[in-house]
């Protein structure tokens, strides 16, 4: 049984920082990412990070202020986001799956989910 636990969400102002973690458990997990989903909207792709930290992808709207890393030691991934945005709000969903590599930008392309931590950014 895969469980991805997700924390570090919260409210912020726009233009401040939070950074989010995703503890996977259950087995090692390769690659991995985080999804967001506003109200109303379709879940989207935001960010990812290959099984060795030497693949990473953005979504071109948090190029340049999020951060993606992990740690394999502790099987947690990291998604730093900095200069904020009221349209930052939104569910944050950990991702994760079995392949070395970023298996693609779709839900579907990966296999295990987290709960969802809500990221509200105040203007």
């Known amino acids: 049984q895969v469980q991805l636990v997700e924390s570090g969400g919260g409210l912020v102002q726009a233009g401040g920082s939070l950074r989010l973690s995703c503890a996977a458990s259950?087995?090692?997990?390769?690659?991995m990412g985080w999804f967001r989903q506003a109200p109303g909207k379709e879940r989207e792709f935001v960010a990812a990070?290959?099984?060795?930290?030497?693949?990473?992808q953005f979504a071109d709207s948090v190029k340049g202020r999020f951060t993606i890393s992990r740690d394999n030691a502790k099987n947690t991934v990291y998604l730093q986001m900095s200069s904020l945005k009221s349209e930052d709000t939104a569910v944050y969903y950990c991702?994760?799956?079995?392949?070395?590599?970023?298996?693609?930008?779709?839900?579907?392309?990966?296999?295990?989910w987290g709960q969802g931590t809500q990221v509200t950014v105040s203007s």
């Open positions: 991702a994760a799956d079995h392949t070395r590599f970023v298996p693609g930008t779709r839900p579907r392309d990966w296999d295990y």
């Open positions: 259950g087995r090692t997990m390769y690659a």
């Open positions: 990070i290959s099984w060795s930290s030497d693949s990473t």
